[in-house]
C-alpha cells in the first residue's frame, strides 16, 4: 500500500514543462508574506547588523551537530531569537520580481514558509505564540490561548521536548506561493525547502550553545487545527524544538 501511495504523488507531481502555471498564465503573484492586521503592534527585533555572537569553525557546527530532546531552563535572549531568525529566514534583499532573497536556497526564491514560533522562555517575551514578519524583522503576537503549548505537544504525539522547549519553531507552507510557479510539482519542493531551513537552524544552535531536534512527526489535523490553519493553502510542513544545553 505504502508504494502504490508513493506511486501515485509521484505521478500527482511530476513537471510537464507544457503545463500551465499561474504564473506562465499572467495570474496575480501571491504576497511575499502573509499580511496581518496593519493596527497590530509589531516587536521590533534587533537588528541584524547589531548582533554578534560566538564565532564558530563550520566544521565544527556540522561534526558536532545532533538532535537534543532535553534542554535547561535557562532562557534565551531576544538577540538570540533574533538571530536565528535572520539566519534561517531573513529577507536581504525583495528583488525587482518582486522575490525575497534570504540566508537558505529555495526554488525558484519562493520561499514559502512562514515562520511560527511556540514561545516559552524567551526574554522579554510573554509565552504564547508568535508569527515571525520576516519582510520587518520583527513579530507579531497572534494571541492564542494559554494552553496553545498543550495542544501543539497534544498534536505532536506529546513529544515532550515540544512542551519544555524554550522555543518550537513551526514553518508554515503557504501552498500558493510556490504552486503559483511550479504547479503541482511545487509540493515536492516545498518538503525540500523545508529541509534547508532546518539544517540552518541546527548549525545556528550549535553557535549559540543550544541544541535543536526536528519533528516531522504530528497529526497534521491536530496541529492545523490548534493553529488555525486550513491544512490545504496553509499547513504545518515541519517543526524543530530548541533550548540551551546543559
Same mark, same amino acid.
Given at each position: 500500500? &505504502?508504494?502504490?501511495?508513493? *506511486?501515485?504523488?509521484?505521478?500527482?507531481?511530476?513537471?510537464?514543462?507544457?503545463d500551465p502555471t499561474a504564473e506562465s498564465?499572467?495570474?496575480?503573484?501571491?504576497? *511575499?508574506?502573509?499580511?496581518?492586521?496593519?493596527?497590530?503592534?509589531?516587536?521590533?527585533?534587533?537588528?541584524? &547588523?547589531?548582533?554578534?555572537?560566538?564565532?564558530?569553525?563550520?566544521?565544527?557546527?556540522?561534526?558536532q551537530r545532533t538532535s537534543l530532546r532535553r534542554y535547561t531552563h535557562q532562557p534565551l535572549s531576544l538577540a538570540e531569537l533574533a538571530y536565528l531568525l535572520w539566519e534561517t529566514q531573513g529577507v536581504k534583499k525583495v528583488t525587482q520580481r518582486p522575490v525575497t532573497l534570504r540566508m537558505v536556497p529555495s526554488a525558484g526564491?519562493?520561499? @514559502?514558509?512562514?515562520?511560527?514560533?511556540?514561545?516559552?522562555?524567551?526574554?522579554?517575551?510573554?509565552p504564547g505564540l508568535y508569527r515571525y514578519v520576516a519582510l520587518q524583522h520583527a513579530l507579531i503576537d497572534l494571541g492564542f490561548p494559554v494552553d496553545i503549548n498543550e495542544q501543539v505537544t497534544r498534536a505532536c504525539l506529546d513529544q515532550n521536548q =515540544? /512542551?519544555?522547549?524554550?522555543?518550537?519553531?513551526?514553518?508554515?507552507? =503557504?501552498?500558493?506561493?510556490?504552486?503559483? /510557479?511550479?504547479?503541482?510539482?511545487g509540493y515536492r519542493y516545498l518538503h525540500l525547502d523545508a529541509g534547508h531551513v532546518c539544517q540552518?537552524?541546527?548549525? *545556528? &544552535?550549535?553557535?549559540?550553545?543550544?541544541?535543536?531536534?526536528?519533528? @516531522?512527526?504530528?497529526?497534521?489535523?491536530?496541529?492545523?487545527?490548534?493553529?488555525? *490553519?486550513?491544512? =490545504?493553502?496553509?499547513?504545518a510542513i515541519y517543526l524543530a524544538s530548541l533550548g540551551k544545553r546543559n
Open positions: 500500500m &505504502a508504494n502504490t501511495i508513493g *506511486l501515485e504523488f509521484i505521478e500527482k507531481t511530476k513537471y510537464h514543462y507544457l498564465q499572467g495570474g496575480t503573484q501571491p504576497p *511575499l508574506e502573509l499580511l496581518y492586521p496593519r493596527d497590530a503592534p509589531l516587536i521590533k527585533l534587533p537588528e541584524a &547588523a547589531s548582533l554578534q555572537m560566538p564565532a564558530m569553525d563550520l566544521r565544527t557546527a556540522i561534526e526564491a519562493r520561499h @514559502a514558509f512562514e515562520t511560527y514560533l511556540l514561545v516559552n522562555r524567551v526574554e522579554g517575551l510573554t =515540544v /512542551r519544555t522547549s524554550a522555543i518550537t519553531f513551526i514553518w508554515v507552507a =503557504v501552498t500558493e506561493r510556490m504552486t503559483f /510557479r511550479y504547479s503541482q510539482r540552518n537552524l541546527y548549525l *545556528l &544552535a550549535e553557535q549559540t550553545g543550544c541544541g535543536v531536534c526536528a519533528i @516531522a512527526a504530528f497529526d497534521d489535523d491536530l496541529l492545523n487545527a490548534a493553529l488555525k *490553519l486550513d491544512g =490545504v493553502e496553509l499547513f
